[in-house]
């Protein structure tokens, strides 16, 4: 069985990459602040971690790799979306916050990830964009930028590991209506108008699943994939090609 590491698997997405691991027989080890819902209790273990804090991360991924054996795959999920008011008004702080678990807590888990790859022959590192990376998020530059940050470092180590035979792609979601993001930001998740207001305006006319996210993060990670490096996959049913 393969060793994988995701990070914010309490969160609705995180999650689903766990249940999709774990259900293509990998051996999953979650980091995370918060603990995991009871349902996937049994189908991973976890570490208690702050990613804002680049020598937590860097014992955390040791620890997760004594667990599991060995490391073939890592899955950077954990998000924050931060302030969604006028830049100038947010409490810079928690600007730098966004930055800090969205990209640095990124480059701290796969700094520390990559001798483990190498050590197994090789494995998949996929980080968790999202669409603003190519599109921009007026409500939420910061992490736009920050997520645009790791579809850079995405390509930029697919070309450094390559011939370690480790492959780096991001997946950028789009609206998922049951993300801890949105939740967080607003206090309570999208209403049932509000998710269909949404989706009409959608080329596949419907809002993309955790799920859906999850099946894209396994392909990346799988035999399907084994080809794929450097590359963004987006899974939004169609909504950065809204502009309307």
Not at 53 to 77: I, K, M, N, W
Not at 99 to 109: E, H, M, Q, R, S
Not at 147 to 158: F, H, I, P, R
């Amino acid at each position: 069985m393969k060793g994988a590491i995701v990070t914010g698997g309490s969160g609705s997405i995180g999650a689903a990459v766990v249940r999709a691991l774990a259900s293509a027989a990998y051996r999953v080890h979650v980091l995370d602040k918060q603990p995991l819902p009871a349902a996937l209790e049994s189908l991973a273990g976890i570490t208690a971690v702050d990613l804002r804090d680049p020598a937590a991360c860097q014992a955390a991924v040791e620890s997760a790799c004594r667990e599991l054996g060995s490391l073939e795959t890592l899955v950077y999920c954990a998000g924050v979306l931060g302030p969604t008011c006028p830049l100038e008004a947010a409490p810079l702080e928690e600007l730098y916050e966004v930055v800090a678990v969205n990209l640095a807590g990124a480059v701290a888990c796969v700094h520390a990830a990559v001798p483990h790859l190498k050590a197994s022959g090789g494995g998949s590192v996929v980080f968790v964009a999202s669409i603003s990376a190519e599109v921009g998020s007026s409500a939420a530059p910061v992490y736009g930028a920050a997520k645009a940050g790791l579809v850079g470092l995405a390509k930029g180590l697919a070309r450094q590991l390559g011939r370690h035979r480790i492959r780096v792609n991001c997946v950028s979601p789009g609206s998922v209506a049951s993300t801890r993001l949105l939740t967080n930001a607003r206090g309570y998740p999208l209403t049932r108008a509000e998710s269909l207001a949404i989706s009409a305006r959608l080329p596949l006319a419907r809002l993309t699943s955790a799920e859906e996210v999850a099946q894209g993060v396994l392909y990346l990670c799988g035999p399907g994939g084994c080809s794929i490096t450097g590359t963004n996959l987006v899974i939004d049913a169609g909504e950065s090609l809204c502009t309307d």
